[in-house]
C-alpha cells in the first residue's frame, strides 16, 4: 500500500491546501493530512477545529485521514510507517526551503519529499493572506471551501466587525 503524509498548519485550510491534498489523493493509496501542532503559536483556530474543517473540506475522498502531531515530522512519519511527504509549492522562495528540509528529512529517517506545485488558480493563496483579509472585511468566499469561510465570518464577527 503506499502512504504519504501531507503536513501543514492549515490555519486555516485553503483552497491552495485542498488542491494539493486532492491531487496527491490520486497518487496514493493512503493519504494522511496531518496538522502541527505547535504549543509556542497561538493560531486562529485550535487544532482540532482546523482538524474538523479539514475533514469538511476533503469529506469526499475516502483515502484521506486527518490527524496531528508535534514535534517532528520524520518522527511522525517512522511511528506511522509513512515513507513520503507531500509538500505543496507555490513558489520557487517556497523550493529553496522545502528542498533543504526534505533532504534532512531524507537523511535523518530516509523519507522521501515529493514536491507538488500548486495550479495557476491558487498558487497566490496562503493561510496567512487569507486570515488578514477576511478579518479585515474582504470577501475570502472564492479562497477557501465554504465551512472554512463560514468560520472565519464567525470568528470576525466575535472580534467585533460587521459582516
Known sequence: ?????CPGSFDPVT???VDVINRA?????????AVLVNPGKAGLFSVSERMDLLRESVADLTNVTVDSFE?????YCTAHEIPVIVKGLRAVSDFEYELQMAQMNRELANVETLFVPTAPQVGHLSSSLVKQIALFGGDVSRLVPKAVHERLLAHRDQAGKQP
Open 71 to 75: 514535534g517532528l515530522l520524520v518522527d
Open 15 to 17: 483552497n491552495g491546501h
Open 25 to 33: 489523493a490520486g497518487l496514493y493509496d493512503e493519504l494522511v493530512v
Open 1 to 5: 500500500m503506499r502512504r504519504a503524509v
